[in-house]
Nanobody
Framework: QVQLVESGGGLVQAGGSLRLSCVAS????????MGWYRQAPGKQRDLVAV???????SYADSVKGRFTVSRGNAENTVYLQMSSLKPEDTAVYYC?????????WGQGTQVTVSS
């Protein structure tokens, strides 16, 4: 059974940085796409950044130039380096993975940016 486990969330002041990590287990195959979504209170879950295996990353306009998504040396890991954080980045961040058209989600990690 596929499981995605995130870590690295927390409380940070505006202008600070955080690095999120996600490890996926339960698959012997490399996920086609891995990435991050976020959901703020009262809002829908939105794409933050995704990266296909061996491909180029895509970012939401709101995080371009501030966030960097990367795949780890271990096949099924993904990271999100977040810099110049803003209060509007406050949300629960979810790791996402896709394999053969099937979607998998982590349990989410809270990121809170104080002004």
């Amino acid at each position: 059974q596929v499981q995605l486990v995130e870590s690295g969330g927390g409380l940070v002041q505006a202008g600070g940085s955080l690095r999120l990590s996600c490890v996926a287990s339960g698959s012997i195959f490399t996920f086609d796409v891995m990435g991050w979504y976020r959901q703020a209170p009262g809002k829908q879950r939105d794409l933050v950044a995704v990266i296909p295996g061996g491909g180029s990353a895509s970012y939401a306009d709101s995080v371009k130039g501030r966030f960097t998504v990367s795949r780890g040396n271990a096949e099924n890991t993904v990271y999100l380096q977040m810099s110049s954080l803003k209060p509007e980045d406050t949300a629960v961040y979810y790791c996402h993975a896709q394999l053969w058209g099937r979607n998998y989600w982590g349990q989410g990690t809270q990121v809170t940016v104080s002004s």
